[in-house]
């Protein structure tokens, strides 16, 4: 069995919307749990929460040890941070492509 459960597109939005509400503190922990990723060799636009989920959905070790014990947490804890991930980029995309610094074909 998956540790992982993929979210629905219902799932995803409503996960998206509360990211997109974010208090300044938890965007302030979001972005030192970005940082801590980042030194632990991960993406930069991506959560602690995220990297191991992907590491869970290809069975690795680290990755679903991780994402078990943040379920115990929060059920689908690794979707939903999947989820906030997805729409901080989707944010930011659309911010830049508005602002006409940069141009998207």
Known sequence: M???TPLNAAQTLRQEGQARH?????????AVDIAANVALGGQEDETISTNTALMARKHEVLGVVVS???N????DHGA????????????????LTASGVVHVE
């Open 2 to 4: 998956d540790v992982i």
């Open 22 to 30: 974010e208090s300044y503190l938890l965007r302030v922990l979001v």
């Open 68 to 70: 078990r014990m943040l």
């Open 80 to 95: 939903k941070a999947a989820a906030g991930d997805l729409e901080r980029a989707q944010a930011m995309t659309a911010k």
């Open 72 to 75: 115990l947490f929060q059920p």
